[in-house]
């Protein structure tokens, strides 16, 4: 037997050990599964994975007939890059690359093994898909941010075994690097959401790239004269050791100001998603094309973290000139250990490769002994079925969302139905409610209320059609969108609590805060000032900014205000009024709530406004009540009228701690509620300057005049005033323009433990809520993501066109029209999905699960996402699996033959 042990190069994105035996794969995986730190940031050796693959294979690291090293030695790594150097003399100072793989290796003694082979990483990103392709002769491209000095490479495979190099792109023509420069500059993390940048490509319509790209008859070229321009600018600073990215000073002078993260998505960030995704698209078929134009081969291998990319996958499979395209699960780095493990078997034996890999199933299994030893140590309820598939098929069909932890894990990016959390995809709400549900997006405490159309309301009494307030970041101004999910479920954990005398918020450690981050108080600070987005565990203890106030509230102008009519005697004289100018309305009804009341004595309809002989504001209101169409006499401290259709409307508002201000008057314009609001200041009110405050022994009154305040651009907050039994309680609302954020300092942050329901919406943009707590308004945030099918192989074609099978949810494929009702929530925007195909005989139980699920519904596809939290990787043990289920809210999790219920 021949062992040949491969591991991606010490200086991989994504650190990882594969192991082939007589030319078969038997195990692969991925160190972040293990350390927990996703793609291992920090720990470059796969010390764990190399362990676990000579325990699954049973043997020890003597027994090892050869080890591939899926990047180039030092010295191979300095030779390239000086050849390089000297054909670009721009990238002389790129000395430090080499110099970094040389001193990491030296810190690890595995690297003096005899046995060591190194291959360079674009040649091990080309074995990693022809050799275990099945196909005998194919063309292969190979793309990612870079190699040794290579960042795109075309290739032919012949024979099953021999590989020939046809050409290589250098460094400064990485697609894979402009792309992730495009991610960064999106506000996304590079080399990890590129995914999404895919994703929001679909909504936007591409830009000019013409200072970034050109086709060429043999390829591209990104050295345009622009991008050379912008380098040169930036020598001196290079050659003093600044890590520069060329493509992003570029993206900044074509596309204007870079997204902050977090911050809203614009129109804009649609469209330069949009145009990497074209680039990438166009730069694929050219290369395919030259390929073809030179071998006539119709198969296509295809490598690197840019292979990942399922919508440009999919339009190259619709070329006439290709056929067939193969894309093995871990395209990126960590699948460079598998084409080093290959490449040595070859070298050792001479023979081609007959394996195909046909799933993704090469990590750790566990068994339903070790799996109960875990379940143990808990205190959670579970069950053992011996069906467990058609037991979880009848869960999601009720709505329930699954853990499904089960086999062998997968190498690679995507939860392929052994590390997944499944969903039915054919309820509309799902993506949402998984979302927010069990993806951790942010939430709210039961005590928080949210301001809609219909006035200040709390989280659990708003409808699922709620219209609710918004705030656009990029002009601060109020508007009101109709929420998509209303989401409620059980928290029971750490809460993180912001509270001063102006703020007060109780939010999930990942809810997304409003916010801008104080680095220094020093005027001359370089450090930025801007609002974006921040979870709110990473703001805890730290100086903060938080919005309270917004710049701009359109509203409706009305012209007259309309005096509902009375029944009246059929013989009576009395007159009734029809309209009165709204202006002169808004200025009386501010009088008249708060100092005015109505009374019925003997037949006479009497309406009050007190004021004393000596109040400033007397011949204000004077003034404005000769205005009105009735006779108004002064009495007593009052002025008085006596007219039954004024009465007959004045009445609804009660006695003092029942007045309000009638809704439709609340969407008035800001010109039209700052007349209403300065006449109650007039009466119950006290200004100084931007500031003022208002009283009143109305609750709903109060809250009206929060909403009137929060349109007019004043920062507010209410305090309640307890008084003595026989006397109502005041609510104070204290008012403030000049200021309209509150500071949060390091001591007015603090974790505190809950438990009870937490809530929270989806809006279609901007994702700033206006909220409040004990009365306390903030503006503050929350977000989106598509999910992705799984499908039997068989009805593919029935509901995706041009319909392959892809077992590893690397191609992207346009749902049919009449289906795209049947599965709304693994639909994306643009009508495409990015389907799992499942085959009995690769995976039996997860089948078995969509089968049953299409027998009960008449739609065998489930919605399968990755069971993980927020930024961790993958579960693979038991253990990693509770865990993420106490955390993540889950309504089951099938582990093994276990049902274990939240």
Known sequence: MVYTLGISGINSENPAAALVKDGTLIAAVEEERFNRIKHSKGFPFPQKSIRYCLEHAEIKFSELDSIGVGWGSPVQHFKRELLLALRRPILLPNYKSWVSVYKKEKQYPFFRDRRISYHLHHLSHASSAFHVSGFKKANIITMDGRGETTSTMLAVGLDSRDIRVLKEFSLLNSIGALYESFTDYLGFTRHSHEGKVMGLASYGEPLNYDSIMKLKNQGYSLETLDR???????VKRK?????????????????????????????????????????QERVVARLAEVLYDKTGIKNFCLAGGSSLNCVSNGKLLESEFVKEIYVQPASSDSGTAIGAAYLEWIKLSGKPSNFKMEHAYWGPEFTNEQILEELKKTKLKYRYYKDISGTVAELINKGKIIGWFQGRMEIGPRALGNRSILANPTDRKMKDKVNLQVKHRECYDEKTEILTQGGWKKFKDISDNEIVATLNPKNNKLGYQKILKKVKYKYNGKMVRFKNKRIDLLVTPNHRIWAKKIFNHQKDSSYPRY????????????????????????????????????????????????????????????????????????????????QGKKSRHLGKIQNCLNKLPYKWHYNVKSFRTSNKQLYGYLKQFGKCEGKFIPRELLDLSERQLTILFEALMCGDGYKRGKQCKYYTTSKELAENVQEICLKLGYSIYTSKEIRAPKRKNLYVIRANKGSKTSWVRKNQSNIEDYSGYVYCVSVPKYHILCVKRNEKVVFSGNSWRPFAPSALLEVADEYFENARHDPFM????????????????????????????????????????????????????????????????????????????????????????YLVEN
């Open 810 to 897: 690397i191609l992207s494929f346009n749902v049919k029209k009449e289906k795209q009702k049947d599965i709304p929530a693994v639909v994306h925007v643009d009508g495409t999905t990015r389907p799992q195909t499942v085959r009995k005989k690769d995976n039996e139980r997860y089948y078995k699960l969509i089968k049953d699920f299409g027998d009960i519904t008449g739609i065998p596809v489930v919605l399968n996402t990755s069971f993980n939290d927020k930024e961790e990787p993958l579960v693979c043990s038991p253990l990693d699996a509770i865990n993420c289920f106490k955390r993540t809210n889950l309504d089951y999790l099938a582990i093994g033959n």
């Open 239 to 279: 050659l003093q050791g600044e890590k520069l990215d060329s493509f992003k000073a570029l993206l900044k002078k074509t596309y204007g100001p870079l997204r902050k993260k977090d911050a809203p998505i614009t129109k804009k960030h649609q469209d330069v998603a949009a145009t990497i995704q074209v680039i």
């Open 228 to 234: 050379y321009l912008h380098m040169l600018r930036r």
């Open 531 to 610: 609002f974006e987005f921040r979870n709110a565990i990473d703001l805890l203890r730290k100086e903060h900014l938080q919005i309270k106030a917004i710049e701009k509230w359109k509203g409706i102008e009305e012209k007259y205000f309309v005096l509902p009519k009375i029944k009246i005697e059929k013989y009576s004289h009395l007159s009734q009024i029809h309209k009165i100018p709204m202006d002169l309305w808004l200025e009386f009804l501010g009088y008249y709530l708060s100092e005015g009341c109505v009374c019925y004595d003997k037949g006479h309809h009497t309406i009050l406004i007190s």
